[in-house]
């Protein structure tokens, strides 16, 4: 499956963004889906995944309460909801497929990566 995000930008602290993802491919369905966040001089960490329907869904520390995952499968897309934005959300988000129905918290469980979105938190 092959990965596109957007959606990024530049917004203040306490702003919102929505970022999605669209899948090509037919089986978009059958993959779950997550959404990790690369910042400078860090590592990729993970942010949110969502299982094959939108009832199971995992969030990290970090986006609990602020970031809301969902997928429509019919459009072979999935959105970051993200809402009362800080300045250490700064980073590149990026969106993975990952074979198979449950998520990971590590990148290497993922088998499909887009180019990523960079959004831009200002204080």
């Known amino acids: 499956v092959q990965l596109q995000a957007s959606g990024g930008g530049l917004v203040q602290a306490g702003g919102s963004l929505r970022l999605s993802c669209a899948a090509s491919?037919?089986?978009?369905?059958?993959?779950?889906m997550g959404w990790f966040r690369q910042a400078p001089r860090k590592e990729r960490e993970f942010v949110a995944g969502?299982?094959?329907?939108?009832?199971?869904?995992n969030y990290a520390d970090s986006a609990k309460g602020r970031f809301t995952i969902t997928r429509d499968n019919a459009k072979n897309t999935v959105y970051l909801q993200m809402n009362n934005l800080k300045p250490e959300d700064t980073a590149v988000y990026y969106c993975?497929?990952?074979?198979?129905?449950?998520?990971?918290?590590?990148?290497?469980?993922?088998?499909?990566w887009g180019p990523g979105t960079l959004v831009t938190v200002s204080s």
């Open positions: 969502i299982g094959w329907s939108d009832r199971n869904s």
């Open positions: 993975a497929a990952k074979a198979g129905s449950g998520t990971s918290y590590y990148p290497t469980s993922y088998n499909s």
């Open positions: 491919g037919r089986s978009f369905s059958s993959y779950a």
